[in-house]
């Protein structure tokens, strides 16, 4: 699946007019759907432990969540300036 999601964002870029950095571009975007959509399902995870009064399991979701958002916040800081660049943007 992480192939297929790489080769999405690869055509999307192409498409975009994104040139050389478009593979490593489309690399990190795959993650960050990757990442994204796992952090979402922590949160999900985090609230039913916490609606169910687990300490231990809550605990041991947010330790999850906090993983997952290192991962998720290094692919956005490498993607980040590559787009911003293609497309003119100034960081704010």
């Not at 975009?16 to 950095?21: I, N, Y």
């Amino acid at each position: 699946m992480a192939t297929e999601l790489q080769d999405e964002m690869n055509l999307i870029l192409k498409t975009a007019g994104f040139g050389e950095q478009a593979s490593l571009l489309a690399m990190h975007l795959s993650e960050i759907e990757d990442e994204a959509g796992a952090t979402l399902d922590l949160l999900t995870t985090l609230r039913s432990h916490a609606y169910r009064g687990d300490k231990e399991a809550t605990q041991e979701a947010l330790a999850e969540l906090a993983i997952a958002l290192e991962h998720l916040l290094h692919h956005v800081h490498e993607a980040l300036p590559g787009i911003q660049k293609e497309l003119n943007i100034e960081p704010e």
